[in-house]
């Protein structure tokens, strides 16, 4: 079973200050996905990687920056935290499409920015 | 920007019924069709998946696929109360990037 972990699990930030979303996959992918999940939204893209040192916007990127510094690790970084961002945060790890192209999600982060 | 809708928003089914959820998309280049399924509180996690028109059956599920109609379904036979969850599909594109719909809440009442 493809292995995706997230830290941290749960986070309270304030309005204005940074925060950093971490997540790490030992499943060798190479494409690497964040997304926000909220009611009535579904799950959206934020920003996604195709590999260590590639980071590309999604659909929804404003507010948001991505790196990924290794095949293993992508951060999410939110530079000034707004209320608007407060949701619950899913990475993904997957590779390309074949006949087997499942993304394999993490634990989920759920933040909430006071 | 691809959009996906999901139908219907919310679903309630008597066990060992037949559920089917529906999902229409606007991209006609889209090369992958999946369904996720996420319980509550958990991740969501791949269900079933096809990249070419017509069906494909795995135990109790079977997908229905027509790209011309850009339209895509899940159907569950026998349906269990373990099946209750919110079930998410997902067409993909170039780029290796799923759009997922909004989800359909399904409840089996046992």
């Known amino acids: 079973e493809a292995a995706v972990t997230q830290s941290p699990r749960n986070k309270v930030a304030v309005t204005g200050g940074k925060v950093t979303l971490s997540c790490n996959q030992t499943?060798?992918?190479?494409?690497m996905y964040w997304y926000r999940q909220d009611t009535g939204h579904g799950l959206r893209l934020i920003h996604y990687s195709y590999g260590a040192g590639s980071t590309e916007k999604g659909d929804i990127p404003d507010g948001y920056k991505a790196s990924r510094p290794s095949q293993e690790n992508f951060s999410l970084i939110l530079e000034l935290a707004t209320p608007s961002q407060t949701s619950v945060y899913f990475c993904?790890?997957?590779?390309?499409?074949?006949?087997?192209?499942?993304?394999?999600f993490g634990p989920g982060t759920r933040l909430t920015v006071l | 920007q691809q959009k996906v809708q999901q139908s219907p928003e919310s679903l309630i089914v008597p066990e060992g019924a037949m559920t089917s959820l529906n999902c229409t998309f606007s991209d006609s280049a889209s090369q992958y069709f999946a369904w996720y399924r996420q319980h509550s509180g958990k991740a969501p996690k791949a269900l079933m998946s096809?990249?070419?028109?017509g069906e494909k059956e795995e135990g109790r599920f079977t997908i229905h696929l027509n790209k011309a109609s850009l339209h895509f379904s899940l159907h569950i036979r026998d349906s269990q109360p373990s099946d209750s969850a919110l079930y998410l599909c997902a067409p993909g594109n170039m780029g290796y990037k799923l759009t997922f719909g909004t989800g359909t809440s399904l409840l089996v009442d046992p």
């Open positions: 499943n060798n992918h190479n494409n």
């Open positions: 096809i990249f070419s028109n």
């Open positions: 993904a790890s997957g590779d390309e499409w074949g006949n087997y192209a499942e993304q394999f």
